[in-house]
């Protein structure tokens, strides 16, 4: 079958995407649909055309599935902040240890088993602590638009609230809309400030406080089982792993670009009496060689939690000629990770243990994974 644009087509959904896209085929030709689930029959109008695949719209829904349910956001579909309200929690989960071990197993050479269960978040709806709001003219309507990025393209969705968002930040969004920027093209970041932290206006922090506790469990269960004593706690931000994991070593070492950041992370450390640890202003990849030689490194484990684009050649090939008797890699971005994760055990000097999946972002694509790798002898 020769597709082209504006064609109306019936389809069966046998696989959601990476990303939330769900996977059909008309003669073996692969056919992206938003906004459905795995086993429902649909009908979509084709509006993008390439040699190896096709984006359609959903129009309707012909044979729906028995996990879809209705979203509560008012503009889902339209918001380009969320892609799975209308799956049931349950069945978001189940869609999440898919896609990552999939993903895993096709970039990373993972085997499936190495994937734990995704780990549910406490409150679905009504998480996130930080969002950015954008601002955009609408020329032909003559008003300026205060949202996110739409779903189908880049123009900005307004909104006057998020059902993903902690309630406080949609007082916030109020009090913009009440007092818009002077223009377009401005993005206003709203944010909780985590009860008991120092977090400079542009430093990161986790967004999901209802999930926090699991995440430090896991990273605090991976050091306890591998027996490391020191910890060198790479991107660290304001902070928060190296403290929060300071009981389970004997000392341990933050490093963070971010001056700003580690002025925080020593004010945090300080607040709570944390006197086995130290913060240093450096870039991961330069402080790393001469903190390798600090501690024996078969004493000790090298957290990482890179930005979205994972970390540095020179640091993962640091990595492997020093051998540090476990690296933990937290991240929000499967595919980079799998990616590092891959260099990693390259050769066999790394064995990945286990990867604990954690759903800190429900109702979106996205999932954040900690992974324990064991130095091998």
């Given at each position: 079958m020769s597709l082209k644009i504006g064609d109306q087509i019936s389809l069966t959904i046998h696989d959601l995407a990476f990303?939330?896209?769900?996977?059909?085929?008309?003669?073996?030709?692969?056919?992206?649909?938003?906004?459905?689930?795995?086993?429902?029959?649909?009908?979509?109008?084709?509006?993008?055309?390439?040699?190896?695949?096709?984006?359609?719209?959903?129009?309707?829904?012909?044979?729906?599935?028995?996990?879809?349910?209705?979203?509560?956001?008012?503009y889902f579909t339209q918001c380009g902040g969320c892609q799975y309200q209308h799956v049931s929690y349950a069945e978001q989960l189940r869609v999440k240890h898919k896609q990552i071990s999939d993903l895993f197993e096709r970039l990373g050479k993972i085997s499936p088993e190495k994937v734990g269960p995704v780990l549910p978040c406490p409150a679905p709806y009504h998480y996130r602590n930080r969002i950015m709001i954008r601002s955009q003219w609408n020329g032909p309507a003559k008003k300026l638009e205060i949202g996110f990025i739409r779903a189908d393209n880049n123009f900005v969705q307004d909104i006057e609230e998020c059902?993903?968002?902690?309630?406080?930040?949609?007082?916030?969004?109020?009090?913009?809309?009440?007092?818009?920027?002077?223009?377009?093209?401005?993005?206003?970041?709203?944010?909780?400030?985590?009860?008991?932290?120092?977090?400079?206006?542009?430093?990161?922090?986790?967004?999901?406080?209802?999930?926090?506790?699991?995440?430090?469990?896991?990273?605090?269960?991976?050091?306890?089982?591998?027996?490391?004593?020191?910890l060198i706690d790479l991107y660290c931000g304001v902070g928060f792993?190296?403290?929060?994991?300071?009981?389970?070593?004997?000392?341990?070492?933050?490093?963070?670009?971010?001056?700003?950041?580690?002025?925080?992370?020593?004010?945090?450390?300080?607040?709570?009496?944390?006197?086995?640890?130290?913060?240093?202003?450096?870039?991961?990849?330069?402080?790393?060689?001469?903190?390798?030689?600090?501690?024996p490194v078969d004493q000790t484990a090298v957290l990482l939690d890179p930005p979205r684009k994972g970390c540095w050649p020179s640091l993962l090939e640091l990595l492997r000629t020093t051998r540090p008797a476990q690296v933990i890699y937290v991240s929000c971005h499967p595919a980079t990770?799998?990616?590092?994760?891959?260099?990693?055990?390259?050769?066999?000097?790394?064995?990945?243990?286990?990867?604990?999946?954690?759903?800190?972002?429900?109702?979106?694509?996205?999932?954040?994974?900690?992974?324990?790798?064991?130095?091998?002898?």
């Open positions: 990303g939330g896209e769900g996977v059909g085929r008309i003669d073996d030709f692969v056919v992206f649909v938003p906004f459905v689930i795995t086993g429902e029959t649909v009908e979509a109008q084709v509006t993008e055309v390439k040699k190896n695949f096709a984006r359609a719209k959903l129009l309707r829904i012909i044979t729906p599935s028995p996990e879809r349910v209705a979203p509560e956001c008012r059902k993903i968002a902690e309630p406080p930040l949609n007082e916030q969004i109020t009090q913009v809309r009440a007092n818009p920027p002077p223009r377009g093209g401005l993005k206003v970041v709203l944010r909780v400030q985590p009860e008991g932290w120092e977090v400079p206006k542009d430093s990161f922090f986790q967004n999901n406080f209802f999930l926090l506790p699991k995440l430090v469990e896991t990273v605090k269960g991976f050091l306890k089982a591998s027996g490391t004593r020191h792993f190296g403290i929060e994991a300071a009981g389970a070593v004997e000392s341990f070492v933050g490093v963070e670009y971010d001056q700003m950041a580690i002025r925080a992370a020593r004010q945090n450390a300080a607040s709570r009496k944390i006197n086995n640890g130290e913060f240093v202003a450096a870039k991961s990849e330069d402080a790393l060689p001469a903190l390798l030689k600090q501690f990770m799998a990616r590092d994760l891959n260099i990693l055990c390259a050769d066999g000097v790394f064995e990945l243990a286990c990867v604990q999946p954690l759903d800190m972002f429900p109702q979106t694509q996205h999932v954040e994974c900690v992974a324990d790798l064991r130095r091998r002898n």
